[in-house]
């Protein structure tokens, strides 16, 4: 099969897990491909991403790497081959290729936990309230490229609406309860659509008040997207410059479990955030 000029986040976190388990092996990428039967660069390619790599290859190498995690390598077998086109390739000439990344990442997310001090999360959004954020963005955004991004937040949506949809966590401070955004009248809109958000089964929504003690953040929003095993989580960290920063070292996913847990434990439950809600709606 040809090379894949343009791996997805998908494919190279495929090929970097595959080479963590050949260094864990102690085997170099030369050892590896004898090993295997194949060359050194076919090696380098599946771990690069830019190769697709079959299932049953996969579990191969993970044999060969004396890999006996069975759920771990069936979590990998099923990240293979060359994927149907999902909905986001069609932004990649539009977007930059982190917020692709971001909506594929989301799609194949068991879970999704998200923390935010100054913004609602994206996936709660009502798209006033996104289109305004989008025009603020500095340097300015041109009114296709805001629609571009508009269209695009608004189908990532669309998980929280699926059949079977991922059960979804967001812890957000109340300082972006009160940013509002756009003016009154989309703040309202924003608050309201929080709320009725909130009453969907699968969706969490919790609020930490300017009455926290404390609070453990540095003021970074990020979102924590659970894999079908832990070890394939991976941190989405949002960035000054409008892209996307991924984490997936094993201690920076513990670090950040360990951020949320401690703001799970300051933020309101869940009715009482409903009704802090509630409150900042009549008062707006």
Same mark, same amino acid.
């Given at each position: 099969?040809?090379?894949?000029?343009?791996?997805?986040?998908?494919?190279?976190?495929?090929?970097?897990?595959?080479?963590?388990?050949?260094?864990?092996?102690?085997?170099?990428?030369?050892?590896?491909?004898?090993?295997?039967?194949?060359?050194?660069?076919?090696?380098?390619?599946?771990?690069?991403?830019?190769?697709?790599?079959?299932?049953?290859?996969?579990?191969?190498?993970?044999?060969?790497?004396?890999? &006996?995690?069975?759920?771990?390598?069936?979590?990998? &077998?099923?990240?293979?081959?060359?994927?149907?086109?999902?909905?986001?390739?069609?932004?990649?000439?539009?977007?930059?290729?982190?917020?692709?990344?971001?909506?594929?990442?989301?799609?194949?997310?068991?879970?999704?936990?998200?923390?935010?001090?100054?913004?609602?999360?994206?996936?709660?959004?009502?798209?006033?309230?996104?289109?305004?954020?989008?025009?603020?963005?500095?340097?300015?955004?041109?009114?296709?490229?805001?629609?571009?991004?508009?269209?695009?937040?608004?189908?990532?949506?669309?998980?929280?609406?699926?059949?079977?949809?991922?059960?979804? &966590?967001?812890?957000?401070?109340?300082?972006?309860?009160?940013?509002?955004?756009?003016?009154?009248?989309?703040?309202?809109?924003?608050?309201?659509?929080?709320?009725?958000?909130?009453?969907?089964?699968?969706?969490?929504?919790?609020?930490?008040?300017?009455?926290?003690?404390?609070?453990? &953040?540095?003021?970074?929003?990020?979102?924590?997207?659970?894999?079908?095993?832990?070890?394939?989580?991976?941190?989405?960290?949002?960035?000054?410059?409008?892209?996307?920063?991924?984490?997936?070292?094993?201690?920076?996913?513990?670090?950040?479990?360990?951020?949320?847990?401690?703001?799970?434990?300051?933020?309101?439950?869940?009715?009482?955030?409903?009704?802090?809600?509630?409150?900042?709606?009549?008062?707006?």
């Amino acid at each position: 099969m040809p090379p894949i000029s343009n791996p997805t986040l998908r494919q190279r976190r495929l090929g970097a897990e595959l080479r963590k388990l050949r260094e864990r092996a102690g085997f170099s990428v030369t050892g590896a491909a004898a090993l295997l039967g194949v060359n050194q660069g076919r090696v380098s390619m599946i771990e690069t991403g830019r190769s697709p790599v079959s299932a049953d290859r996969v579990r191969a190498m993970a044999s060969a790497y004396d890999c &006996s995690d069975a759920v771990l390598v069936d979590a990998l &077998s099923a990240m293979t081959g060359r994927r149907a086109r999902g909905w986001w390739q069609e932004y990649r000439e539009h977007l930059p290729a982190a917020l692709v990344d971001l909506a594929e990442l989301e799609h194949h997310a068991t879970a999704l936990r998200v923390a935010l001090v100054i913004h609602v999360p994206a996936l709660l959004q009502t798209t006033d309230h996104a289109r305004a954020l989008f025009r603020a963005v500095v340097p300015p955004l041109r009114q296709y490229e805001i629609e571009h991004r508009l269209t695009h937040r608004i189908k990532r949506q669309g998980i929280l609406h699926r059949d079977t949809p991922p059960p979804y &966590s967001a812890l957000i401070h109340e300082s972006a309860l009160r940013m509002g955004f756009g003016g009154p009248t989309i703040a309202r809109g924003q608050l309201r659509h929080l709320l009725e958000m909130s009453e969907l089964p699968h969706v969490t929504v919790r609020v930490i008040t300017f009455g926290t003690e404390y609070f453990p &953040s540095t003021g970074q929003s990020f979102d924590y997207v659970e894999g079908p095993v832990r070890q394939l989580d991976t941190v989405q960290l949002d960035t000054h410059h409008g892209g996307c920063g991924f984490l997936d070292a094993e201690a920076q996913l513990g670090k950040y479990r360990a951020v949320l847990e401690h703001m799970e434990s300051c933020a309101l439950g869940v009715a009482d955030s409903r009704d802090f809600i509630h409150c900042l709606l009549q008062e707006a």
